[in-house]
């Protein structure tokens, strides 16, 4: 597959969360209205979204 590295950006790592998600076979969304990533695997879901530094998790039973 293609590589894509890490970057460094204003003192900050970027790293290619698509890519990342997708070679651990979690199920990835993207929704550009909110511009959030949604990753989903065995009944966990992540929600990232652009500037906002938190990040969602949900687990299996609910918990956030």
């Given at each position: 597959g293609?590589?894509v590295?890490a970057?460094?950006?204003?003192s900050?790592t970027?790293v290619p969360?698509?890519?990342?998600f997708e070679?651990?076979?979690?199920?990835?969304?993207w929704e550009?209205t909110?511009?959030?990533?949604?990753?989903?695997?065995?009944?966990i879901?992540i929600?990232?979204?652009?500037?906002?530094?938190?990040?969602?998790?949900t687990?299996?039973?609910g918990?956030?």
């Amino acid at each position: 597959g293609e590589r894509v590295d890490a970057q460094i950006i204003n003192s900050r790592t970027m790293v290619p969360m698509r890519k990342i998600f997708e070679l651990l076979n979690a199920s990835v969304e993207w929704e550009a209205t909110t511009r959030t990533v949604k990753a989903n695997k065995d009944g966990i879901s992540i929600k990232l979204q652009i500037d906002n530094e938190i990040a969602e998790i949900t687990k299996k039973k609910g918990e956030k």
